[in-house]
């Protein structure tokens, strides 16, 4: 099962939950919900949650609500799963920050993604990353690399180089691609743990060395994610390839749109009300909720 580089350990655990910030009917933080949920996946086969992430809002929340947030999500967890931070911002100084806060607050590592927007070069990405790394040496880090919404891509060169930071240990590829899992096990070697970060892309790229997932099916689908991931790594290909084809429609229809409209829709149908996500963003349309519903109804979730 295991390629010449070898499987590379899983830090945070394989099935990770990137999960969604409840909000309440003013649209304020549900600190509360946030907790129930967090304890719920936990049940439903996370070894991690990931808060603060892309799909927590985290562009929309303050720093005051993504601290209390890891707060109140490490209380109700304790030891029974990981939990990471979402800590990236296009602001180096602005990440050391959160970075440090997250370490302060008992976080297992942090998710930090590409810096947005203003699209440094290679070597500024290098210097982004180490300085992070630097800066709170103790925790451990999962770099973040999704070009769809950052405008740039931190390349498997760039992170080979990184890799003489001891803390930098993951990497969530959501490039879309599975030659980016590929090329960086090839260049950073089977020390650094690339988790997928397509839910639809999660059994190929196990094929090829992935260790893991920050899912947002999990939500939903948590048991069967976990599942075929146990399945594959014990050398059942075909019960790993039947859930992955069992769970498509699925993935496909909660990246219908722009995520989480549509996770948050989800959960809603299957007896979480988390609310709708903030503005600019807006609640899942009539149409596309059907289709959902209609999924979930065939996969026996409502």
């Known amino acids: 099962m295991s390629s010449i580089l070898s499987l590379s350990p899983a830090p945070f655990g394989r099935l990770l939950t990137a999960m969604v910030t409840p909000f309440d009917s003013d649209g304020r933080v549900d600190f509360g919900l946030a907790a129930r949920l967090s304890k719920h996946l936990v049940q439903e086969g996370s070894d991690g949650i990931v808060v603060c992430g892309t799909t927590g809002e985290s562009p929309t929340l303050s720093w005051e609500e993504q601290n209390k947030l890891l707060e109140t999500v490490r209380n109700a967890v304790g030891s029974s799963a990981k939990v990471l931070a979402g800590t990236g911002s296009n602001s180096t100084a602005e990440a050391v920050e959160a970075t440090l806060e997250a370490a302060g607050a008992g976080a297992d590592g942090a998710l930090v993604v590409v810096p947005y927007y203003n699209k440094p070069p290679q070597e500024g990405l290098e210097s982004h990353f180490r300085t992070i790394a630097a800066a709170a040496p103790s925790l451990p880090l999962m770099l973040y690399n999704i070009p769809s919404r950052t405008g740039c891509s931190l390349s498997p060169s760039t992170m080979a180089r990184l890799m003489d930071c001891a803390n930098v240990v993951a990497f969530k590829a959501a490039s879309g691609t599975t030659d980016e899992v590929t090329q960086l096990r090839m260049q950073c070697g089977s020390r650094l743990a690339v988790y997928s970060g397509d839910d639809g892309l999660l059994l190929p790229m196990l094929s090829v060395g992935a260790v893991g997932v920050v899912s947002v099916a999990s939500h939903i689908v948590g048991r069967r994610l976990k599942a075929m991931i146990e399945a594959y790594l014990s050398g059942n290909g075909e019960v790993a390839l039947n859930y992955h ?28 009300p988390v609310g709708p996500p903030r503005s600019p963003l807006l609640p899942l349309s009539i149409e596309m909720k059907e289709e959902l519903s209609n999924i979930l109804k065939l996969l026996g979730q409502i």
């Open 245 to 272: 084809e069992q769970m498509q429609p699925l993935f496909k229809s909660l990246f219908a749109t722009t995520n989480p409209i549509p996770v948050k829709a989800a959960l809603e149908l299957c007896g979480w």
